[in-house]
């Protein structure tokens, strides 16, 4: 499977405290999307970083890239109990016609 | 465990002929599955939530007559795009709920000419 991988798979925080989830793939991509899911909703767009970005920020959120090491991560600034929800990261290879998706990392935070 | 497998991954038909796409839980029952679609360099878009044993909850603009979803299993979702045209070809996704997430089919690039 060339499903990437997001750790950990569940995050529990206080409010207030910074998120960080990482997710790895295994092919080269040419960007590696953010998305956000509540809970029996449909996926957010959160952020793309292309893959000659090492950075990005949008708003509480940065997301870096390192294609060296086939790894992003997200990180969540001072985090809301809005915040709540699954996270994954989801690559598109510079070959096929498929999108790949982390398998999620659930993160709670804590009012 | 929790291996959504979708099928076709691409498919290329005719405008006006219809077409099925199947996602299908391999190791895991889903009560819930949910059907998205995504435009070149655009975000994924739920077009609807497909609960087994009941009729599917379509989102605001998207035609249920255009896009059946049939979910008589618990391990299987049907999305079929009837009397496609050009507009309709995309890439469209599906995904499942289990114990602890959700997990996403390989998607299905759909190309109608």
Not at chain 1, 20 to 49: A, E, F, P
Not at chain 2, 21 to 26: P, V
Request: one cysteine or more; glycine letters at 6%; proline letters at 3%.
């Amino acid at each position: 499977s060339q499903q990437g991988e997001e750790d950990p798979q569940a995050l529990s925080i206080q409010e207030g405290e910074n998120a960080t989830m990482n997710c790895s793939y295994k092919t080269s991509i040419n960007n590696l999307q953010w998305y956000r899911q509540n809970s029996g909703r449909g996926l957010v767009h959160l952020i793309l970083i292309r893959s000659n970005e090492r950075e990005k920020h949008s708003g509480r959120l940065r997301v870096t890239l390192d294609t060296s090491k086939k790894s992003s991560s997200l990180l969540i600034t001072a985090s809301r109990a809005a915040d709540t929800a699954s996270y994954f990261c989801a690559t598109d290879p510079n070959t096929g016609n498929q999108f790949y998706f982390g398998t999620g990392t659930s993160l709670t935070v804590i009012p | 465990g929790a291996v959504v497998s979708q099928h076709p991954s691409w498919v290329i038909c005719k405008s006006g002929t219809s077409v099925k796409i199947e996602c299908r839980s391999l190791d895991f029952q889903a009560t819930t599955m949910f059907w998205y679609r995504q435009f070149p360099k655009q975000s994924l878009m739920l077009m609807a939530t497909s609960n087994e044993g009941s009729k599917a909850t379509y989102e605001q603009g998207v035609e249920k007559d255009k896009f059946l979803i049939n979910h008589a299993s618990l391990t299987l979702s049907t999305l079929t795009v009837t009397s496609a045209h050009p507009e309709d070809s995309s890439f469209y996704i599906c995904s499942a709920d289990f114990y602890y997430g959700y997990t996403f089919g390989s998607g299905t690039r759909l190309t109608v000419v």
